[in-house]
């Protein structure tokens, strides 16, 4: 079994930054692509930013500029840092890691989802 856990989220003003974490613990072969996403209510989960183990990057086109996505490979965890903050990033952003338990076998992971809301 893999857990995802996040941290970092919270309140913030328009313009200020956050920086999210999200760490892969348990029973891991390797790590491949991990990614963000972000849902509010009555809308799709959608993609934030993602990166692949060889650190190939995509970013959402609402916050190309503003945020930016790493990873550390030995700690298995990946990083959000969001500048520039507007209140339509107010959602509940999730982790997402694809994990390989084996050579062969590998799983899509969700992290339980941490609130930012934007706010004066």
């Known amino acids: 079994q893999v857990q995802l856990v996040e941290s970092g989220g919270g309140l913030v003003q328009p313009g200020g930054s956050l920086r999210l974490s999200c760490a892969a613990s348990g029973n891991i072969y390797s790590v491949n692509a991990m990614g963000w996403y972000r849902q509010v209510p009555g809308k799709e989960r959608e993609l934030v930013a993602r990166?692949?183990?060889?650190?190939?990057?995509n970013y959402a086109d609402s916050v190309k500029g503003r945020f930016t996505i790493s990873r550390d490979n030995a700690k298995n965890t990946v990083y959000l840092q969001m500048n520039s903050l507007k209140p339509e990033d107010t959602a509940v952003y999730y982790c997402?890691?694809?994990?390989?338990?084996?050579?062969?076998?590998?799983?899509?992971?969700w992290g339980q989802g941490t609130q930012v809301t934007v706010s004066s």
């Open positions: 997402n890691a694809v994990v390989a338990s084996t050579r062969y076998i590998a799983d899509d992971y």
């Open positions: 990166i692949t183990s060889g650190g190939s990057i």
